[in-house]
């Protein structure tokens, strides 16, 4: 994060909370932007959005009022952790039949059928 | 000729033509859903009314002649209003399912309803819903969707001339069905999907296996049979998804026949894709370079009258060309393109071209055919020869087994003395083909292949000339041959047959049992007996693992009709070309360049590098290939030779017409054909069918 940044947060901004990947939420004392106060993150690490939880994401776009830690907390069993986007990391999604995933080329619909001489 | 107005401008058209023909010629576009040029007129869609003058209601312009002093308006608000009404009331029980539909992209509905229909709609009751019907393993039905304009009835019964598709029920509850809802018999069956305008018949095979603007479109020719049909080859990435007909007045019309169109999926099965060597008895995968090296293996200390090359039905004529430029600095005389045995005479060219041409036949006042069946050998030949059955009654008399043609024959018997009979004019026959103007004969394979092969061309050459069928003063020869291998005619045309002192196939068969042979080069020869080659040492080049490359000791992979630029010559002698729409599958590769390299390792180079080269080179051999897409006219000679007949029978040419080459034979497709076509025929001859 940029030292003007860091600055602005220094003066003007309050600590609101921090989530469980360690970002510090923050929103402006008193100044409004456009009639509403401003609400920021300053991330743990290299600045990553989808490290937002849930309940954050909704408090930081003005969804919500207030973060909805009590929804949070009574997840439902259908709800999957958060966690960051995996892409270009081992750990990223290859669907079924990726090359990536099998390292065998699956087949296609386009393959043909070559003649083995028995 | 009535003169009429259309949108203000004023057009003079021929008496009898509709206005929607009128405003066709001047560009004007009127919507239409079961109209169609080559169809009879319905008029049961009402979607092409256009404004008339002093007609105090909308007309229907399809089936409205045009008359003088007509003051047409196809723009106008009444006109527009009344498509837009009638558009709405189609679209009552036409399911909005445009995307889960094969049809979207390429609809008539869709279409038509953005240009001419409303933006809403307001009907708010209960729908019709019809169920499903079996039309065979061609056809996918979605009945549902039909907008009942009865173009798949009118097909069958005037083009296929296999009455078997219908409409029961009337208004909201009409229904079409197949008779007993069994598989819609016809060899074009796979043209209702084209002319269906909506989604209601589509292709069973393609279904749900691409949409229309994902493909690449390469224009061709089809191989499959004898008639060169022109086709469009639609492809995505590595894979021929399918084939649609091209318009060709001379050749298919717009039709295709369902080998043409349903066959391609062969295309993806049993391919050679690497080369391979026999080694201790069993074909092992190998190089290029591993392959040349056997094949020159095998041709060292061999003279060239030990040396064959028989190509199959599917060669084309640059790769024919090259391998009997490479037999001839071989110095082989030993080369035929008739791998079927046919008696076809090469000397004169109008001994085995199809004179008439395809779309003469539609001049023809009458028909003698000799051991030929077209509706299994050329369907969309046999669909002309019906079109004129229809126009003018032509009367048909058929040598030969008896077949259902579509449409009535004369049977007159299934011997070859009956030609004697004919060619003296001792037969009613003779009377009645003298009679006419322009009378034709057509001679199968099925004659030509038989031992007096020979004999009967004589015969039948005697027949055109002693009947009036050689009639050049207005330009008429009615004597034609019906071939049923795409490669026949360039093969002959290039002289792909033997030298002198050369033998033929059954001869070079004989001679490599007898051990007389050394080497057998079979370019796609798969129809012979190999197991009759003895212990020659064989080279098959190809495209599938068929007869020919199970029997080989060098297999070379070449290109399958989609995948290479080449040339054929169809039965009317029309060189044509097709174009690459896919590259050929592993290491396989174009035949003629196949040959170019083997000749450099065999040390005997052939002259050409590129495709350019070799066409100026099959020019020089044979004029004919100057000119790619046009018949030149044949000069008439002398073919055949007189000899003893056979008592025997005639027997089909082609007994199943799903299968009648490697492709066919590795479609899953023409498979389930056979399957459902075949054995309901065979069922219906001998009467076992409950
Ligand atoms: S199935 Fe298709 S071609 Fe046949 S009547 Fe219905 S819409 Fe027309
Ligand atoms: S096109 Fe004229 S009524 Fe159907």
């Known amino acids: 994060m940029s030292i003007g940044t860091r600055l602005y947060t220094l003066l003007r901004g309050e600590l609101v909370g921090t989530d469980s990947f360690g970002n510090r939420y923050y929103r402006s004392k008193g100044r409004r932007l456009h009639g509403r106060e401003r609400r920021w993150v300053l991330y743990k690490g290299d600045a990553e959005a989808t490290t937002v939880p849930a309940e954050?994401?909704?408090?930081?776009?003005?969804?919500?009022?207030?973060?909805?830690?009590?929804?949070?907390?009574?997840?439902?069993?259908?709800?999957?952790?958060?966690?960051?986007?995996?892409?270009?990391?081992?750990?990223?999604?290859?669907?079924?039949?990726?090359?990536?995933?099998?390292g065998v080329h699956a087949r296609t619909d386009s393959d043909y059928e070559p003649w083995i001489p028995e | 000729m009535p003169k009429l107005t259309i949108d203000g401008i004023e057009v003079e058209v021929e008496a009898g033509l509709t206005i929607l023909q009128a405003c066709e010629k001047i560009g004007i576009e009127v919507p239409r859903f079961c109209y169609h040029e080559r169809l009879s007129i319905a008029g049961n869609c009402r979607m092409c009314l256009v404004d008339l003058e002093r007609s105090p209601k909308p007309v229907v312009a399809c089936a409205m002649p045009a008359a003088d002093g007509m003051i047409?308006?196809?723009?106008?608000?009444?006109?527009?209003?009344?498509?837009?009404?009638?558009?709405?009331?189609?679209?009552?029980?036409?399911?909005?399912d445009c995307p889960i539909c094969d049809q979207g992209g390429e609809c008539d509905l869709q279409d038509q309803a953005l240009f001419y229909g409303m933006d809403r709609g307001r009907y708010r009751e209960a729908r019709r819903a019809v169920p499903e019907k079996y039309m065979g393993p061609l056809i996918k039905t979605y009945m549902t969707r039909c907008i009942h304009c009865t173009r798949c009835v009118r097909f069958a019964t005037e083009v296929a001339g296999v009455p078997e598709i219908g409409a029961v029920g009337r208004g909201e509850r009409m229904e079409i069905i197949t008779s007993d809802n069994k598989a819609f018999g016809s060899e074009l069956s796979g043209n209702v999907i084209?002319?269906?305008p909506v989604g209601a018949l589509t292709s069973g095979p393609y279904s749900y296996a691409a949409r229309p603007w994902e493909l690449e479109k390469t224009q061709s020719i089809d191989v499959l049979d004898a008639l060169g049909s022109n086709i469009r080859v639609d492809s995505r990435g590595t894979e021929v998804k399918r084939v649609l007909p091209r318009t060709s007045e001379e050749i298919n019309e717009e039709w295709i026949s369902d080998k043409t169109r349903f066959a391609v999926d062969g295309l993806k099965r049993q391919r050679i894709d690497r080369p391979y060597v026999r080694v201790n008895g069993r074909l092992r995968p190998a190089t290029w370079g591993e392959a040349f090296t056997a094949i020159g293996r095998a041709l060292e200390g061999v003279s060239g009258s030990q040396i064959a090359a028989i190509a199959g039905d599917l060669a084309d004529c640059e790769s024919m060309l090259a391998l009997k430029d490479l037999m001839e600095a071989l110095g082989s005389p030993n080369l035929d393109c008739r791998q079927d045995g046919a008696k076809l005479d090469p000397s004169c060219?109008?001994?085995?071209?199809?004179?008439?041409?395809?779309?003469?036949?539609?001049?023809a006042d009458a028909c003698l055919m000799i051991g030929t069946n077209p509706r299994i050998e050329a369907p969309v030949l046999n669909a002309r020869i019906r079109k004129r059955w229809i126009r003018a009654g032509l009367p048909v008399f058929q040598i030969g087994p008896e077949a259902d043609l579509t449409y009535p024959a004369r049977h007159i018997g299934n011997d070859a003395g009956l030609l004697q009979a004919i060619a003296g004019g001792r037969h009613e026959v003779a009377k009645l083909l003298?009679?006419?103007?322009?009378?034709?004969?057509?001679?199968?394979?099925?004659?030509?292949?038989?031992?007096?092969?020979?004999?009967?061309?004589?015969?039948?050459?005697?027949?055109?000339?002693?009947?009036?069928?050689?009639?050049?003063?207005?330009?008429?020869?009615?004597?034609?041959?019906?071939?049923?291998?795409?490669?026949?005619?360039?093969?002959?045309?290039?002289?792909?047959?033997?030298?002198?002192?050369?033998?033929?196939?059954?001869?070079?068969?004989?001679?490599?049992?007898?051990?007389?042979?050394?080497?057998?080069?079979?370019?796609?020869?798969?129809?012979?007996?190999?197991?009759?080659?003895?212990?020659?040492?064989?080279i098959?080049?190809?495209?599938?693992?068929?007869?020919?490359?199970?029997?080989?000791?060098?297999?070379?992979?070449?290109?399958?009709?989609?995948?290479?630029?080449?040339?054929?010559?169809?039965?009317?002698?029309?060189?044509?070309?097709?174009?690459?729409?896919?590259?050929?599958?592993?290491?396989?590769?174009?035949?003629?360049?196949?040959?170019?390299?083997?000749?450099?390792?065999?040390?005997?180079?052939?002259?050409?590098?590129?495709?350019?080269?070799?066409?100026?080179?099959?020019?020089?051999?044979?004029?004919?290939?100057?000119?790619?897409?046009?018949?030149?006219?044949?000069?008439?000679?002398?073919?055949?030779?007189?000899?003893?007949?056979?008592?025997?029978?005639?027997?089909?040419?082609?007994?199943?017409?799903?299968?009648?080459?490697?492709?066919?034979?590795?479609?899953?497709?023409?498979?389930?054909?056979?399957?459902v076509f075949v054995a309901r025929r065979d069922e219906e001859r001998t009467g076992t069918h409950a």
């Open chain 1, 56 to 102: 954050w994401s909704a408090w930081l776009h003005h969804t919500a009022p207030q973060p909805l830690m009590e929804r949070a907390a009574q997840a439902r069993s259908w709800q999957k952790e958060q966690h960051p986007n995996r892409t270009g990391t081992p750990a990223a999604y290859r669907p079924s039949g990726s090359q990536l995933r099998t």
């Open chain 2, 72 to 96: 047409v308006r196809t723009n106008s608000e009444k006109a527009r209003k009344a498509r837009r009404g009638v558009m709405e009331f189609l679209l009552i029980n036409h399911p909005l």
């Open chain 2, 540 to 675: 098959y080049q190809g495209h599938h693992g068929d007869a020919g490359a199970h029997r080989a000791d060098v297999v070379l992979p070449g290109a399958a009709y989609t995948e290479k630029a080449a040339t054929w010559v169809n039965t009317e002698g029309r060189p044509q070309r097709s174009n690459v729409a896919v590259l050929p599958p592993g290491e396989a590769r174009e035949d003629w360049k196949i040959l170019r390299a083997l000749s450099e390792v065999l040390g005997c180079r052939l002259p050409y590098d590129t495709l350019r080269q070799i066409a100026i080179r099959l020019r020089d051999v044979n004029p004919i290939f100057t000119e790619t897409g046009q018949v030149v006219p044949a000069a008439w000679g002398d073919f055949g030779a007189k000899g003893k007949l056979d008592a025997t029978p005639f027997v089909p040419a082609i007994s199943n017409f799903y299968m009648t080459d490697p492709i066919s034979r590795a479609s899953v497709t023409m498979a389930k054909c056979t399957e």
């Open chain 2, 434 to 538: 003298k009679g006419v103007e322009r009378p034709m004969l057509i001679l199968g394979q099925a004659a030509l292949r038989r031992p007096d092969g020979a004999a009967i061309l004589a015969l039948a050459r005697e027949i055109a000339e002693t009947l009036g069928m050689m009639k050049p003063d207005i330009g008429w020869n009615g004597f034609n041959v019906l071939h049923t291998a795409a490669a026949r005619v360039g093969g002959l045309d290039i002289g792909f047959v033997p030298g002198s002192g050369g033998l033929d196939t059954a001869g070079i068969i004989a001679a490599a049992g007898g051990g007389e042979i050394k080497v057998v080069y079979l370019l796609g020869a798969d129809e012979i007996d190999t197991s009759g080659l003895g212990s020659a040492f064989v």
């Open chain 2, 349 to 363: 060219r109008a001994g085995y071209l199809f004179n008439s041409t395809i779309a003469g036949v539609l001049a």
């Open chain 2, 194 to 196: 084209d002319l269906c």
